[in-house]
């Protein structure tokens, strides 16, 4: 029996810094990582200018359905094969990553607790806040050093799609977590107490 783990949080906000932490004290080994960004549909059928337009901070961008069905089949204890997802040109590759069944499962993105049908299969979910400038200072590195876009672009999509789909659905998914973890992550005594909570659900899953 394997240990859902859920993490949200709006872009920026340091889900990736708890993640991070979550593996370092239970090992790569024993963790599935779902990351909901690898499930945003493909658009490689659209111009390249229409794909730089679209919504990628609304629910309809990527398909969950598949993102449920492989969390389904990882509790199973059955491999899947995670699609993977090239930011640059806004389309899925032809590649996959295989991910096996593992005693955690970390389910990840900014909508993650907005969706029940992924909720619902979650025993922790945690929320990872930040300010709002933290996370757009955050969001142009990101962008700018991995993706290869200009500032002028990355505030673009910021101001018309990222920020108001964070107040139309991330924010309020807020209420669905178990613990909120502000601080953008950094927060040492709400990481403790999550790492405690985990260890205890893993122990009782395993016993």
């Known amino acids: 029996m394997s240990v859902v783990i859920g993490i949200a949080g709006g872009s920026g906000s340091g889900k990736t810094t708890v993640q991070r932490q979550i593996i370092d004290v239970f090992g790569s080994d024993r963790i599935a990582l779902l990351d909901h960004d690898s499930y945003y549909v493909d658009l490689s059928h659209l111009p390249p200018e229409e794909r730089a337009g679209f919504n990628f901070d609304h629910p309809d961008a990527l398909e969950t359905n598949l993102m449920v069905a492989h969390l389904d089949r990882l509790l199973a204890g059955e491999p899947i094969e995670k699609p993977t997802y090239d930011f640059t040109t806004h389309s899925r590759r032809t590649e996959t990553e295989t991910v096996y069944p593992h005693p955690v499962v970390i389910v990840e993105g900014i909508l993650v607790l907005g969706e029940p049908e992924l909720r619902k299969r979650m025993d922790v979910k945690l929320f990872v806040d930040a300010p709002d400038d933290v996370r757009l200072i955050r969001r142009i590195q990101r962008d700018m050093h991995e993706r290869g876009r200009d500032i002028e672009a990355v505030l673009q ?39 405690a909570h985990v260890q205890r659900t893993l122990t009782r899953a395993e016993a």
């Open 157 to 195: 999509q910021y101001q018309h799609t990222v920020r108001p789909m964070h107040l139309e659905f991330v924010e309020p998914s807020k209420r669905h977590a178990d613990v909120i973890i502000p601080h953008g992550g950094h927060n040492r005594v709400a990481l403790d107490m999550v790492l």
